[in-house]
């Protein structure tokens, strides 16, 4: 259970409302090791309910120099990131 940072999880649930209603956005969180910075994350994940969808990538210093790396590892359907490719599929299949 998450102890104190009320203004953070105060700022993560701005987030989470811009999300719900339809907003992009990226936040950044962090902070030497050991402070918390995971622990708040899955916070919000919890937080979210059935609100937004949450998917998870992890950085690898060995791909600090790779741009978007984790986010190219999010989009590779080989490492689970197909239903995003559907869920991409099926939004804009309803557009204009
Ligand atoms: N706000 C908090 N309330 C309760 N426990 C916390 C809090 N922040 C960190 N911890 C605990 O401290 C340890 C390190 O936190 P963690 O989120 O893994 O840090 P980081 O991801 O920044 O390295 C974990 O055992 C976690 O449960
Ligand atoms: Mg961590």
Do not use: N, Q
Request: glycine share 16%; aromatic share 2%.
């Amino acid at each position: 259970m998450i102890v104190s940072r009320t203004a953070e999880l105060s700022r993560l649930d701005d987030l989470l409302t811009a999300l719900a209603g339809g907003e992009g956005g990226a936040l950044v969180v962090r902070g030497e090791a050991g402070i918390g910075k995971t622990t708040l994350l899955e916070t919000l994940a919890m937080r979210s309910g059935d609100a937004v969808t949450v998917i998870r990538t992890c950085g690898a210093e060995t791909e600090a120099e790779l741009t978007f790396s984790a986010l190219a590892d999010l989009l590779d359907p080989d490492r689970g990131g197909a239903h995003l490719l559907r869920a991409g599929r099926s939004a804009g299949s309803g557009a204009g």
